[in-house]
């Protein structure tokens, strides 16, 4: 692996995804808890596929979200990484920055630390100008973790997720941004 595809903080790592992650990772996207604030859980074919998607990311844009790991403590915690929207919004095109991670490796601030990496990534080797995050409104933690980031709201960016149906308690989203340094 080169450079790009291997960031670590020390006490983070980010790498590509091996075979053995998919079903860690599949039991985490059936968790009810770590998808609250999606539309549903994934199946292991939904998860299988989403991984799919994140590698082919990697072969067409260079960037992805990475599968995250502690050393000496877990070969897999989630993912963190950047991705590409892939809805029509003001805001979009985008880059976002986002994570996903296993309940019990919450609260050890893991995702602002690897989200650091993947910040620095896209700021430094990739150049991008802006990086964005985005949730449902009601997710707080993951709203915790864009403030850590140093990230910014505007309220007047927040917006209705157009995959999300009318009506549904996840459709609106708020909007946080991060310009390069």
């Given at each position: 692996m080169?450079a790009f595809?291997?960031?670590?903080?020390?006490?983070?790592?980010?790498?590509?995804?091996?075979d053995?992650d998919?079903?860690?990772?599949?039991?985490?996207?059936a968790?009810?808890r770590?998808?609250?604030?999606?539309r549903s859980p994934?199946?292991r074919?939904?998860?299988?596929a989403l991984?799919d998607?994140?590698e082919a990311?990697?072969s067409?844009?260079?960037?992805?979200q990475?599968?995250v790991?502690?050393?000496g403590?877990?070969?897999f915690?989630g993912?963190?990484?950047?991705?590409v929207?892939r809805f029509?919004?003001?805001?979009t095109?985008c880059?976002e920055?986002?994570?996903r991670l296993?309940?019990?490796?919450?609260?050890?601030?893991y995702?602002t630390?690897?989200?650091?990496?993947?910040?620095?990534?896209?700021?430094g080797?990739?150049?991008l100008p802006?990086?964005?995050?985005?949730?449902?409104?009601?997710?707080l933690?993951?709203?915790?973790?864009m403030?850590?980031?140093?990230?910014r709201r505007?309220?007047?960016?927040?917006f209705?997720?157009?995959?999300?149906?009318e009506?549904?308690p996840?459709?609106?989203?708020?909007?946080y941004?991060?310009s390069?340094?």
């Amino acid at each position: 692996m080169s450079a790009f595809e291997t960031l670590s903080s020390g006490r983070v790592l980010l790498r590509r995804w091996r075979d053995a992650d998919r079903e860690a990772f599949a039991a985490m996207n059936a968790d009810v808890r770590v998808m609250e604030f999606f539309r549903s859980p994934l199946s292991r074919a939904e998860s299988d596929a989403l991984v799919d998607r994140i590698e082919a990311s990697f072969s067409e844009r260079g960037f992805g979200q990475w599968a995250v790991e502690v050393p000496g403590v877990a070969d897999f915690i989630g993912f963190t990484g950047l991705s590409v929207a892939r809805f029509s919004a003001p805001f979009t095109p985008c880059v976002e920055v986002g994570w996903r991670l296993a309940v019990e490796h919450w609260g050890h601030g893991y995702a602002t630390e690897a989200a650091r990496l993947a910040l620095g990534h896209g700021f430094g080797h990739l150049a991008l100008p802006e990086i964005v995050s985005f949730t449902s409104a009601t997710n707080l933690r993951s709203r915790a973790v864009m403030e850590r980031l140093a990230m910014r709201r505007d309220p007047a960016d927040d917006f209705d997720h157009p995959s999300i149906a009318e009506g549904h308690p996840l459709r609106r989203h708020v909007l946080y941004r991060l310009s390069a340094p």
